[in-house]
Structure formats: structure tokens, C-alpha cells
């Protein structure tokens, strides 16, 4: 079962693992994207999440099949631009973490709660990073970005 849940309304975000994840029937994403359903929570993924995710082959169609129950937020220039601030104001790398920076700044403007749903699969150093671009220190800490590991 979940972890961590949300409370009436909010937002879970899907980051490339999360997606993944959920795409491959993983029952730890399955819970947390069930219970954002119940509790009547929006269900988001960064547009630019996609290209992490798809190579347009059928292994996409399980990808499709969750992009199907989700709503895809596109990348504004106002999303860019707060996204390349963020990496400026965290120090961290815009080569390496320009879509993380993306992801977070998405969830950052979301209804709160938010729940972020990531993975640490191919990178260790992720989660902190991911944790350090949602981080809202001036903002009660109910309030707060909130990063579930799957």
C-alpha cells in the first residue's frame, strides 16, 4: 500500500521513473497513483518527461496506457524559465539536471498536497537532487513538496 497519501483533491506527479514504473505495473506506483484516484487528486506529467520515457516502439504501449489516465502539463516558457532559475538558485547542473529542474518546477506549481513519484533506478544521487529542487523551506512544512520513492 502506499505510503504516504494524499488528502482530498491535490497532486501526484509522475516523473520518467515514476511513469515508467507505473507503465510496468509496479505495485508501490500502482497504490500511490490508486489512491490519488480515489481521493479525487490530479494526476500530472512533465510534457518533456515523455522524451525520458518513449523510443516508439510497442514497449510505449503501457506508457500509453497510463499518459491515457494523466494529464500532460506542456512546458511553458514560464516553466523553462522558473526551471533554469531553480538550477541556478540549487548550484546544480542545468546539463545534467535540466529535466529533473523541469519536473520539480511543474510540481512546485501544482495543487497542493503534492506527491512527487520518482525512483533512484539508475542514479543515487537523484532523490537528493530531486529533493533539493522541491525544496520550499520558507513554506509549512504540510505544505511542502513531498518526494515518494518507488
Do not use: F, N, Y
Not at 70 to 84: K, L
Not at 114 to 122: E, H, I, N, R, Y
Request: hydrophobic share 40%; glycine share 10%; aromatic share 0%.
Amino acid at each position: 500500500m502506499a505510503g504516504r497519501r494524499l488528502k482530498g483533491g491535490g497532486t501526484l506527479v509522475l516523473d520518467s521513473e515514476g511513469l515508467s514504473k507505473l507503465a510496468a505495473g509496479h505495485e508501490r506506483a500502482r497504490a500511490h497513483l490508486q489512491v490519488a484516484l480515489e481521493r479525487g487528486a490530479r494526476v500530472v506529467v512533465s510534457a518533456l518527461t515523455l522524451t525520458e520515457v518513449l523510443r516508439g516502439g510497442p514497449r510505449d504501449t503501457e506508457v500509453h496506457r497510463v499518459l491515457s489516465r494523466v494529464t500532460v502539463v506542456p512546458v511553458s516558457p514560464e516553466i523553462a524559465r522558473a526551471s533554469g532559475e531553480l538550477l541556478g538558485r540549487t548550484g546544480l547542473s542545468g546539463h545534467r539536471c535540466a529535466i529533473d529542474a523541469v519536473v520539480a518546477e511543474t510540481a512546485l506549481g501544482r495543487e497542493r498536497p503534492v506527491l512527487l513519484l520518482t525512483s533512484d533506478a539508475d542514479d543515487m544521487r537523484r532523490p537528493v537532487e530531486m529533493r533539493r529542487l522541491v525544496e520550499e523551506p520558507d513554506r509549512p512544512k504540510g505544505e511542502r513538496v513531498v518526494v515518494v520513492h518507488v
